[in-house]
């Protein structure tokens, strides 16, 4: 999918200047937030092909719940959701091995931070294809 | 210790019961063997077998209830628990009664065997519930002796052990009547005091036990967020510098030399951040603060002279006023003036251009006041109550600047509570925030907490 559109949710500035840098190294169109609410407006006005997020924004579990917000609009719930964070699991529990779950968390893929470019690349290119093909990330 | 609910514990109390009386009951069989046949001793064999085997027949009827109530799991109910025990405690008294009828009433030494109940009643039961069953023992065979000696009913002589019949002897049955009694009640009181006492530490554990998991929990998301926090800075450090390293941007791009800036500023942040966090750390193991009485005004010029310049920076107006009246406190000089200086900073970062920051103090009743106000963004009013917490920003906070590490505010209470002070907060969203802060006067004694 040649100049996807990509939307990055992040309260780290560095950090989505990093992801930006990449992903528009690759000719992709980048939109950037800073918080859930800003994130759901520009998600809603610039609708994207993907969206990364971020899991602990302002609020503890932003990121989570900005997800399952996205995987109950009808409007956005075709729209594969890439979801990084800093902090693998909570109370012992892998946040890796509940993707994809609709219930608890609704993402396409789960990814630790820091990542490295090639295998974010990957990731988006993977997930844009399956949306092309399926109509859907999960 | 895992926590069992009161039901469970009291099934299972009713369980070990069921469990001492299958051996009483081969006992009841073994004793009445040894002593009719090996002894020699007279015994209405048959009456007590038949009693041994009434015995076994009840003790299963009780064993097949408590199953039942088991299969209930949580839902158990409590009283009908209770009530089972408290019959068959009752039960047990007066089955030992008519085995004492059938071998040798009174002359029977098997009578201090009332004890056993009386203590098994006071670990059971509660306190009053206790009392009766003695005071039933205490009827029931005190009923017999009587019965025996008005020879209402009979009584069988223990012929090869008493050397005589005594259910007669109206001293010897007064003076064993009294001596049951009393030990009966004296074990009562004596067992429920130990048992009180350890139900009581039971609980105080239960309580303490639940009140650490609690602290557990809190200190597990503790370190959960402060792990967060480092790895952020680590993660977009790593990242940033990987862009340069793994050529992502172009050598001879401006690329380059912004994202090894970002790179280094995360580095001072995350330096700053690990050095507050340390320093709290430090004064929370820290049991000691060096106090002083030191004239406050000193204090409160020095931290507006430490901020002077980044108020200028942005066109603030800086006032102090400080009271003619307010005159010396009693505390730690160096921590209070951090305080202080922590506070107008913080009101310095949060007012916009031209604003006006203000600083103050005046003597309370036993205390100094000092108000820390600015024309800030203020703190939205749903937030104010968490502002003091660790790692706490309120969000339009984050948004109007970014950096901060949300410790500075728990410093500050920290440091004014360890005073013996207090500090609260009033803010309006767009308009401005205040702070109170309330210092002992004088040499009053530290307050170590």
């Given at each position: 999918m040649v100049n996807a559109k990509i939307m990055i949710v992040d309260d780290d500035p560095d950090y989505i200047k990093v992801i930006k840098a990449i992903l528009e190294k690759e000719q992709y169109t980048v939109v950037t937030a800073s918080d859930k609410t800003e994130g759901m407006e520009k998600i809603r006005a610039e609708k994207p092909d993907l969206a990364i997020l971020d899991?602990?924004?302002?609020?503890?579990?932003d990121g989570f719940e900005m997800s399952r917000q996205l995987k109950k609009d009808p409007h956005l719930k075709n729209m594969p959701v890439l979801m990084l964070t800093?902090?693998?699991?909570?109370?012992?529990?892998?946040f890796k091995s509940t993707?994809?779950?609709?219930?608890?968390l609704p993402v396409d893929v789960f990814l630790d931070k820091p990542i490295e470019p090639d295998v974010l690349l990957a990731e988006v290119k993977k997930l844009l294809s399956n949306k092309a093909e399926n109509g859907t990330g999960i | 210790m895992e926590p069992v609910s009161e039901n469970i514990r009291l099934l299972k109390r009713a369980y070990w019961l069921v469990r001492l009386r299958w051996i009483a009951i081969v006992s009841v069989g073994a004793a009445t063997y040894v002593s009719s046949n090996l002894l020699g001793i007279e015994l209405q064999n048959a009456a007590l077998y038949s009693i041994a085997i009434l015995l076994a027949l009840y003790n299963l009827i009780v064993l097949l209830l408590l199953n039942h109530f088991a299969k209930k799991g949580n839902e158990i109910p409590h009283v009908a628990v209770k009530k089972i025990i408290n019959v068959q405690i009752s039960a047990d008294l007066l089955i030992l009664t008519v085995l004492l009828h059938f071998s040798?009433?009174?002359?029977?030494?098997?009578?201090?065997?009332?004890i056993f109940h009386m203590i098994i009643a006071s670990i059971l039961l509660s306190l009053w519930d206790s009392y009766l069953q003695a005071t039933f023992a205490v009827l029931v065979f005190g009923l017999l002796i009587l019965l025996e000696y008005l020879q209402r009913i009979p009584h069988y002589c223990l012929r090869g052990f008493a050397?005589?019949?005594?259910?007669?002897?109206i001293l010897y049955i007064l003076g064993t009547f009294f001596v049951f009694a009393t030990a009966s009640y004296l074990a009562v009181y004596m067992a429920s005091y130990i048992s009180v006492r350890l139900k009581r530490t039971e609980r105080a554990y239960m309580q303490a036990n639940t009140l650490l998991q609690k602290k557990d929990q809190i200190k597990d998301e503790y370190v959960l967020r402060v792990t967060h926090d480092i790895k952020s800075h680590l993660a977009t450090i790593q990242s940033c510098l990987g862009m340069v390293v793994n050529k992502v941007?172009?050598?001879?791009?401006e690329q380059k030399v912004e994202f090894v800036d970002r790179a280094y500023t995360r580095t001072i942040k995350l330096t700053n951040f690990v050095k507050t966090l340390l320093k709290l750390t430090q004064m929370r193991l820290n049991d000691k603060l060096e106090i002083d009485v030191f004239p406050l005004r000193d204090t409160v010029h020095n931290a507006v002279a430490a901020v002077r310049t980044k108020a200028e920076d942005k066109s603030i107006i800086l006032n102090c006023d400080v009271d003619s009246s307010v005159d010396t406190i009693s505390g730690n000089q160096f921590s209070i003036e951090e305080v202080f200086t922590n506070l107008l900073l913080n009101a310095i970062r949060y007012t916009p251009e031209k604003g006006t920051v203000t600083i103050g103090a005046k003597n309370g009743m036993d205390c100094v006041v000092i108000e820390i106000a600015d024309t800030g963004i203020g703190i939205p009013a749903d937030e104010l109550e968490d502002?003091?917490?660790?790692f706490f920003r309120a969000s339009n906070a984050r948004k109007f600047?970014?950096?901060?590490?949300?410790?500075g505010l728990s410093i500050a209470k920290y440091i004014v509570e360890r005073h013996g002070g207090k500090i609260w907060i009033d803010s309006i969203e767009d308009t401005g925030t205040k702070f109170w802060i309330t210092l002992p006067k004088g040499s009053r004694q530290f307050q170590a907490t």
């Open positions: 899991v602990m924004m302002h609020a503890w579990q800093a902090v693998e699991n909570r109370t012992g529990i892998g993707a994809g779950d609709p219930t608890w | 040798g009433g009174i002359e029977n030494p098997f009578v201090f065997y009332f050397p005589t019949c005594l259910h007669r002897n941007v172009d050598p001879h791009d502002v003091f917490d660790e600047q970014k950096d901060g590490t949300g410790l």
